[in-house]
C-alpha cells in the first residue's frame, strides 16, 4: 500500500518561500517518478513540477518556473518542493503524487494527472498579500 504524506504548508506573505516535503512509504520509492500538483478553490488540480525517478530531469509549470524547484531525496523516501517569491495566486491545496506502475526510466516525469495512480491528502498553501 503506497502512502503519501505532505508536509510543510502554511501561511506566508507574498514574495516568502516554503518547502513541502512528501514523505512516500510502501514501495521502493527511487524506482518511480514524482510529482506535485495544486488545486484552488473552484478551479481543477493543475501540474506544478515533476521529478524521475533519479533526480536527474525535473519539469516545471510555466507559472511556477524560475520560482519553484522540485528534487528529491531518496535515501530519505521524500520528494519536495522549495517556492521562492510565493505570489497570491500560488494560494491552493498542494498535492504530491506517484504513478502506479514502475517508472525507471530516465525520461519519465509524467505532467499529466491522469498518469498519476497514488495521492497525498494535500497541504495548504495561503499567501498574503
Known amino acids: 500500500q503506497v502512502q503519501l504524506v505532505e508536509s510543510g504548508g502554511g501561511l506566508v506573505q507574498a514574495g516568502g518561500s516554503l518547502r513541502l516535503s512528501c514523505a512516500a512509504s510502501?514501495?521502493?520509492?527511487?524506482?518511480?517518478?514524482m510529482g506535485w500538483f495544486r488545486q484552488a478553490p473552484g478551479k481543477e488540480r493543475e501540474f506544478v513540477a515533476a521529478?524521475?525517478?533519479?533526480?536527474?530531469?525535473?519539469y516545471a509549470a510555466d507559472s511556477v518556473k524560475g520560482r519553484f524547484t522540485i528534487s528529491r531525496d531518496n535515501a530519505k523516501n521524500t520528494v519536495y518542493l522549495r517556492m521562492n517569491s510565493l505570489k497570491p495566486e500560488d494560494t491552493a491545496v498542494y498535492y504530491c503524487?506517484?504513478?502506479?506502475?514502475?517508472?525507471?526510466?530516465?525520461?519519465?516525469?509524467?505532467?499529466?494527472?491522469?498518469?498519476?495512480?497514488?495521492w497525498g491528502q494535500g497541504t495548504q498553501v495561503t499567501v498574503s498579500s
Open positions: 503524487a506517484a504513478p502506479g506502475g514502475d517508472s525507471s526510466s530516465y525520461y519519465y516525469a509524467p505532467r499529466s494527472k491522469g498518469e498519476y495512480t497514488y
Open positions: 521529478i524521475n525517478y533519479s533526480g536527474g530531469l525535473t
Open positions: 510502501g514501495r521502493t520509492f527511487s524506482r518511480y517518478a
